[in-house]
């Protein structure tokens, strides 16, 4: 009995060196980008996605989850704004404005339940027929385990963000997004 649960114990104790090596030996930082042509102009998507306009229409991860509760905090000028959730699937978190360049960028900050803060930046690029967008999440981690992790689930979340992203395109370019009348900037 005692050289079996040796056995196991050593077993145990190489995959977990194993799992610290590889983790390791991956980069610290995993980045998930997508991009889409949308025929607005950049200031109508810039205001849409900077102040959560009908957020929860396109959202991939609220839509996946139909239970899920949302609330808004707005502020004038977008940064300082949050976009808080919780729900029965995708759990509790928060998506704060850091900073903008009025209708050319937005740097959020995106935390689930109690974990750090995931960088999420979108830019704004005009072109002949509307705008270019460009939607970055950057996962950083020094954890060999969190490390694992971003790359295993970095799949996952490229067919979450490009679902997200067809959903903007075809709600921007069918439904009526109304401008307020005073934006600094856009």
Known sequence: MMKILKWILIVVVVLVVLVAAVGYMLPREVVVATTEDIRQPPGKVFHFVAGFVDRTAWDPWIRSDTATKCTFDLKPGYTGSKYMWEGPKIGTGIMEVDSV???SYILNSVSFMKGSAIPEEWTFTPTENGTHLTWTIKMVSDSPLERLMNHMFRGMIQKTI????????????????VMPDSIPGV
């Open 162 to 177: 490009d679902s997200g992203r067809d959903d903007l395109k075809n709600y921007l370019e069918t439904q009526e997004v």
């Open 101 to 103: 360049v009025f209708g």
